[in-house]
């Protein structure tokens, strides 16, 4: 066996997510009730994929570097932006602005045997992430600090709702839970390509959660959801207890690399 196989089956639950062993009916199994999940709910949940023992390792290794994280506390609306706009109105959604808040862990700052590198860059977990979400292929992030983060929740710290930029899905990771708050909102199929739905932005905006659910997050759990499309948040962390979040990113063709000015707001890094 070799020497990178045998340290996966030391991070992940290969007995039940056999990753390993993609032309087993288990495997394909797996994949089929998850592309259902994530075509019906917009996320797809995989508990218990990270072994937890090397899971509490791995927090306890995050917990240890947070001096050296990026600290981001501002407001921004509910498209990642942070200036208004003169020309809409007050209480149109590009107008009303939230307060996220959180400390941000950029591959940079992983140690070279961290296992988060090791599951990421491990060709089975790329292939399994595409067959689920219908991609022939992913890749690697080639950006020096995007690849593999760690989205770190203080107390009082959480993510207004918002969307995600332009990525197809979002993968993550629950390396750490808090002690209370800190849940995962989601209102599925917010907007479409074809429509912005601004009234029902607004409306959710405004407080109206009828079409919100609450996704599971517990420790260890793999989550895929669909972002760009669908709102969602953090609410505030209660405790001491740090969440932390590992947040993967592939991408569909081979060396992508990161914006400098998105580089330079999320990972404070400068002269890129």
Known sequence: ????????EQIIDLSRYPLDRSDSADYQSLVASKQKDLEQQQYCGMPGFLIDARRQEIAAAVENRQEHTNRADNQRNIYLEQK???SLPDDHPKNVFSRGCYNMMGTHLLQQDS????LYYWQPM???????????????????????????????????????????FTLTL????????????????????????????KNLLQGDESKVVQVSRSEGELVIFRGCNSAHR????VGS???????MVYETEPDVLGDPVVNETVYGIKNL
């Open 174 to 201: 629950m390396l750490q839970a808090p002690e209370s708050g800190g849940q995962f909102h989601m209102a599925p199929n917010t907007r479409s390509d074809s429509d912005p739905n601004y009234a029902g932005i």
């Open 126 to 168: 790329q292939q399994f992430i595409a067959d689920i979400v219908g991609e022939p292929h992913l890749y690697p992030n080639a950006d020096p600090y995007q690849p593999v983060n760690v989205l770190c929740h203080g107390e009082g710290d959480r993510s207004a709702w918002h969307f995600d930029s332009s990525n197809a």
């Open 115 to 118: 296992p988060l590198r090791d």
């Open 1 to 8: 066996m070799d020497k990178q196989k045998l340290n996966i």
């Open 234 to 237: 953090v609410t505030p962390v």
């Open 84 to 86: 208004p706009s003169d």
């Open 241 to 247: 207890r740090r969440r932390m979040m590992c947040v």
